[in-house]
């Protein structure tokens, strides 16, 4: 069982937190990543949407990607059937916990600040989260650092894709590294279409299973790892070459 951090902090900011973890909890920590899109809640839900279920039982998620932090949103503790996610109340664990079953929540106390010696207005992660983070691991849920929440948590959609003729609308979720476009249009939806091609502007992008299916440099669309739809190139990168960013994203197919 572990610690999960996910953040959009970069360098620097993760590590402190990590060390303020280790003070209070000798329990592993494992960076899931710090390189979600600075304040893209929408990327960060789908990264830890899609990571999850890959930890032992029992791992405590940080998720950090906080636009709002230092105002008046609420720094939550989700204790689900496997897991524990602690967050901003922005929707980042939502998918996440409704999918896994929530059991309750805690908001967390400013109190809980103690341990890093400062609230301060702009790392949360450090002065809230990570702290409440290695309290539940250690099973000190005391009322001193943790309230029953009861009230209504934001709510965040992943998969809303619409479907209008022969056009669907979904959104670009999130680039890797690679530069592969990857959407929340998922298999089920790809294979009712039964496309051959994806066609975005004049683009046409064939459909297929792998990315040997095309000569290099050339664009293709497949279904990836996260079991949903993505546009790439073949040793190549889709979202420079093409100009394409994370938003809302409209394709027709054939």
């Given at each position: 069982?572990?610690?999960?951090?996910?953040?959009?902090?970069?360098?620097?900011?993760?590590?402190?937190?990590?060390?303020?973890?280790?003070?209070?909890?000798?329990?592993?920590?494992?960076?899931?990543?710090?390189?979600?899109?600075?304040?893209?809640?929408?990327?960060?839900?789908?990264?830890?949407?899609?990571?999850?279920?890959?930890?032992?039982?029992?791992?405590?998620?940080?998720?950090?990607?906080?636009?709002?932090?230092?105002?008046?949103?609420?720094?939550?503790?989700?204790?689900?059937?496997?897991?524990?996610?602690?967050?901003?109340?922005?929707?980042?664990?939502?998918?996440?916990?409704?999918?896994?079953?929530?059991?309750?929540?805690?908001?967390?106390?400013?109190?809980?600040?103690?341990?890093?010696?400062?609230?301060?207005?702009?790392?949360?992660?450090?002065?809230?989260?990570?702290?409440?983070?290695?309290?539940?691991?250690?099973?000190?849920?005391?009322?001193?650092?943790?309230?029953?929440?009861?009230?209504?948590?934001e709510k965040l959609e992943l998969f809303d894709v619409k479907i209008k003729g022969n056009e669907i609308c979904g959104k670009v979720v999130y680039i890797d590294r690679f530069g592969n476009v990857v959407t929340n249009i998922r298999e089920e939806i790809v294979s009712d279409l039964s496309?051959?091609?994806?066609?975005?502007?004049?683009?046409?992008?064939?459909?297929?299973?792998?990315?040997?299916?095309?000569?290099?440099?050339?664009?293709?669309?497949?279904?990836?790892?996260?079991?949903?739809?993505?546009?790439?190139?073949?040793?190549?990168?889709?979202?420079?070459?093409?100009?394409?960013?994370?938003?809302?994203?409209?394709?027709?197919?054939?």
């Amino acid at each position: 069982m572990v610690i999960a951090l996910l953040t959009d902090f970069g360098d620097y900011y993760g590590g402190v937190m990590k060390g303020l973890i280790r003070k209070i909890s000798r329990t592993e920590v494992v960076d899931v990543t710090h390189s979600i899109t600075p304040q893209n809640v929408l990327e960060g839900a789908f990264l830890l949407y899609n990571s999850y279920r890959f930890f032992p039982e029992g791992s405590v998620f940080v998720g950090v990607v906080d636009p709002g932090v230092g105002g008046r949103r609420k720094a939550l503790a989700i204790e689900t059937e496997n897991y524990w996610f602690v967050c901003p109340d922005n929707g980042i664990a939502y998918p996440s916990a409704i999918e896994d079953g929530i059991v309750r929540i805690y908001e967390i106390k400013e109190e809980v600040s103690r341990f890093s010696g400062s609230l301060s207005s702009t790392f949360h992660g450090r002065d809230l989260f990570a702290p409440a983070s290695a309290l539940i691991k250690e099973g000190r849920l005391s009322a001193e650092y943790f309230l029953p929440y009861n009230d209504e948590i934001e709510k965040l959609e992943l998969f809303d894709v619409k479907i209008k003729g022969n056009e669907i609308c979904g959104k670009v979720v999130y680039i890797d590294r690679f530069g592969n476009v990857v959407t929340n249009i998922r298999e089920e939806i790809v294979s009712d279409l039964s496309p051959e091609k994806f066609i975005l502007g004049s683009l046409e992008t064939p459909f297929v299973r792998k990315y040997e299916d095309v000569d290099v440099g050339e664009p293709l669309c497949l279904i990836g790892s996260f079991n949903t739809l993505e546009l790439s190139v073949r040793n190549g990168n889709f979202a420079r070459k093409f100009n394409l960013m994370h938003g809302d994203l409209r394709l027709r197919w054939k």
